[in-house]
């Protein structure tokens, strides 16, 4: 992915095998646009597992003198963060062209190529040939898909870390034991306080997370989890 990404892959990605950069998905149909002409569509999208960019969240005090959110995305801040997407544009690209299903693109759901461009979208009679070479993208071109993707790129609902277990010096919020610094009486046990993403279906992460979060709180509280013998052998091989 060039020069751009090889700090961060050699920060982060090199010598961990099981951290994949990016994954592409494939849905059959397409429900964001009601003006679309009644066809069948397939839908291409490449999602990060492991950005670098943070957003925050915080409660300030308003010009009204009263609470209010103060809510900051931070999509696409670290600049290597843009480098997958724009690889995995190009990469999805190329193998639809390549589908049997193949009949084109929709213009309207990519990047606005200059006029003329090689990289153009439109309708097609079927795919090119498996060894048909990849479509060649200009400076321009390129700078319409960065284009695309900032203004195009969103969560996939998986959103976390707002409450992060880190120590507090790192702006974490909940300590080992889910207790929030600065405060007393009070736990968080659900995935905000995953300290960065788990690359994965968040659901059984935020079991995990119930599972370990019922644990302390019934040590906490005198309560003898080995009481109940097969649920606690269950738990402790989960964990």
């Given at each position: ?16 095998p ?36 943070l957003g ?23 600049p ?114 995953v ?35 097969s ?9």
């Amino acid at each position: 992915m060039g020069s751009a990404f090889e700090a961060r892959w050699k920060e982060f990605f090199e010598h961990r095998p099981d951290k994949a950069v990016a994954i592409f998905a494939m849905f059959a149909g397409y429900s964001m646009r009601r003006d679309l002409p009644l066809r069948n569509y397939l839908v291409a999208s490449c999602y990060t597992l492991y950005p670098t960019s943070l957003g925050s969240v915080h409660i300030k005090l308003g010009e009204n003198g009263k609470e209010e959110l103060d809510f900051t995305a931070g999509y696409l801040d670290d600049p290597s963060d843009i480098v997958p997407l724009h690889f995995g544009y190009k990469k999805t690209r190329e193998i639809c062209r390549r589908m049997p299903s193949y009949r084109g693109e929709v213009p309207a759901r990519h990047p606005r190529f200059p006029e003329g461009s090689a990289a153009a979208c439109g309708e097609a009679c079927g795919p090119v040939d498996l060894n048909a070479p990849d479509i060649v993208y200009t400076a321009e071109d390129d700078a319409a898909i960065e284009q695309y993707c900032r203004r195009n790129t969103h969560t996939t609902w998986h959103s976390l870390g707002t409450c992060a277990m880190k120590p507090e010096a790192d702006q974490g919020v909940v300590d080992a034991r889910l207790n929030v610094y600065g405060v007393t009486n009070l736990k968080v046990a659900d995935m905000s306080i995953v300290p960065k993403n788990v690359g994965t279906n968040t659901y059984s992460t935020a079991l995990l997370i119930g599972e370990k979060a019922a644990m302390i709180i019934a040590e906490e509280l005198g309560i003898d989890c080995t009481a109940c013998p097969s649920w606690w052998k269950d738990v402790r091989a989960r964990l």
